[in-house]
């Protein structure tokens, strides 16, 4: 059930209409808490979607929204979980975002 939720919700984490992308950003920083590690099975598909764009994101609410998501994932997750997604990503990442996911990984 959690895989049919999350799929269905991805596509709004790099929503083209920004205050579509921005809700759903701050609504995953919401659910984060309340899931936890419960988020194992869909991790590696959250990941890319919330940090592709956003963390690049020249609108400051959807850089902040984005932010707030990944503190959020690395205060209320297993760090296990987190670390194979992360490094994948910041290989694969440019500017700010390489930055942000690479002091995340340190």
């Given at each position: 059930?959690?895989?049919?939720?999350?799929?269905?919700?991805?596509?709004?984490?790099?929503?083209?209409?920004?205050?579509?992308?921005?809700?759903?950003?701050?609504?995953?920083?919401?659910?984060?808490?309340?899931?936890?590690?419960?988020?194992?099975?869909?991790?590696?598909?959250?990941?890319?979607?919330?940090?592709d764009n956003n963390l690049n994101s020249k609108n400051p609410g959807i850089y902040a929204a984005a932010t707030n998501v990944i503190q959020a994932l690395c205060q209320h997750l297993d760090n296990s979980l987190l670390l194979q997604p992360f490094c994948t990503k910041a290989q694969f990442l440019s500017g700010k975002a390489k930055q942000d996911l690479t002091e995340k990984l340190a």
């Amino acid at each position: 059930v959690l895989l049919q939720i999350f799929d269905a919700f991805k596509p709004r984490l790099h929503d083209s209409n920004s205050k579509v992308n921005q809700v759903a950003l701050e609504a995953m920083h919401k659910m984060v808490p309340l899931l936890k590690d419960n988020l194992s099975p869909v991790i590696n598909m959250l990941i890319p979607a919330i940090v592709d764009n956003n963390l690049n994101s020249k609108n400051p609410g959807i850089y902040a929204a984005a932010t707030n998501v990944i503190q959020a994932l690395c205060q209320h997750l297993d760090n296990s979980l987190l670390l194979q997604p992360f490094c994948t990503k910041a290989q694969f990442l440019s500017g700010k975002a390489k930055q942000d996911l690479t002091e995340k990984l340190a």
